[in-house]
Structures are given as structure tokens and as C-alpha cells.
């Protein structure tokens, strides 16, 4: 059996628990508006659709991430 876990849910839910206790602001999907709201106001962007640049962060790069590099790359 394989399981797959996304942590995306999980860093955004660690990111905002940090801003429900004063700790900064931080952009994240219109999904996660639902948490603490209690706590927390979201307020929606407007303007054109955000751009960003993305990196690869690794301690090691393993095969498996030199071939999704490659191919990210090409």
C-alpha cells in the first residue's frame, strides 16, 4: 500500500497558527480561509494573477531529485 501525504495543508496550517497569535502575516490559498477564523482575517487579492519563482530546497540531491530537476528544467 502506498500512502501519500501533502504537507501543503499542514505548513500553511503551522504558517497561520503563527499569525493567530500575532506572530506576522502571510499569503496563502483561498482554501485555508476557513481556519481560525475566530483569530484570523483574510482578506482576498486582487490585481493579476500572482507570479513566482520556484526553487528546489534539498540537504542531498538524490537521483530521484536530480531527475525531477532535469526535467523541471527542461
Known sequence: MIVHYDQTHSLSAAVLSLVSVGGGVSVVPQSMSGFRQDQISYHP???TEPEFELVLGHRHLSACARAFLNCAQA
Open 45 to 47: 487579492l486582487s490585481g
